[in-house]
């Protein structure tokens, strides 16, 4: 199949970017090995293993021009879509106003529309795809007149992702800090476990009085650390060898991609029941989804009886590129052929039908 993928307006195309730039690049590759004709279409260079059309769009670093000049990016991109069987985009609602073309359309929501771009998405002509079900619940409230094409999880490299069965004794808490991340939380865990913490990652915008007065006094160097800035490789390597990952966000996200990945090196997290918890985490199998600190103190006290094994083979059944990139065909099928529904990936159908009401 010939397919066309739109990247994000401005953003990276690489394997190790984060985001819906790296997704590009991770399914790109997948979906060539497959035998499609993959195109890719941005406005950054990009080195990938697949053709590219790469516009480069001047001045896109000025606020007062982004918005005209991303629109201007979707529309050449569909002014180029003629040859190809699918339109696979991951870039913003400007593809909402798509004209001139009768190539199928399909786009990946990374996140959760505004309130700016809701009527731009229910005027949408092609079919949109989630990342999680807790988040497609969300965007049929938001978004009753566009078409939802099912939901695919953001694809990982797992085979790429260092595994570590071997842990230490400290949890790992993974920034923005602020009272937002649930960094009080985490805070007061370790204290009542008294399971070293380590705290990883920048202060969030406007939360300097709160770590100043919450975060500060409790960093001793033994129970509580904290590194504002580290690397790639050292992140990594203290994510690996960390006895729980701890996502304890009050607000409810789309997807967690740090879970993914801290799963696919063998370490449990421990996640607050927000979003796609459940979808990520089989309570007590790979993790614990938590409603409060006394859920959290005693999944804590449990960690004991997660197996890093199961983690992994947790990430590699689910959120593998090449399980993605499968989903991802079965929908340019379905799109492209629309009396052809594809049967829906029996992993997907498992967790969404165990999704409790209020996710």
Partial sequence: MRVLMVAPCCLSVDRDAAGPGGQVALLAEALAARGHEVTVYTSEPARLPVRTRTVRLSGASDPLDRERLTRLYAVRA??????????????????????GTDVPLLTTLWGMPVPA???????????????????????????????????????LDVEAVPYEP???????????????????????????????????????????????????PRIDGQLVRYLPAVGRAERRRLLARARALLLLGRRARPWLPLAAEALAMGTPVILLN????RELVVHAETGFV??????????IDRLDTIDPLACRRRAQRCWDVSQAALAYERLYEAVHEPTAAPAPHPELAAVGAGLPSHV
């Fill in 166 to 216: 071997e842990k230490e004794d400290y949890l790992l808490l993974a920034g923005p800090i602020g009272p937002d991340a649930g960094t009080d939380l985490a805070l007061a865990g370790a204290r009542k476990t008294e399971m070293p913490l380590l705290i990883l990652g920048p202060v969030a915008p406007g939360a300097s009085a709160f770590f100043a007065q919450e975060v500060a």
């Fill in 290 to 299: 938590v409603d409060d600190f006394i859920g959290l103190v005693s999944a």
């Fill in 117 to 155: 771009e809701q009527p731009l998405w229910n005027r949408f002509r092609g079919r949109y795809v989630g990342v999680s079900w807790a988040q497609l619940r969300r965007l049929q409230g938001l978004l009753p007149e566009a078409v939802p094409a099912g939901v695919v999880y953001p694809a």
């Fill in 274 to 277: 927000r979003g796609p918890a």
């Fill in 78 to 99: 569909l002014l180029m879509a003629d040859g190809y069987d699918v339109v696979h985009s991951f870039a913003g609602p400007e593809l909402a106003l798509a004209a």
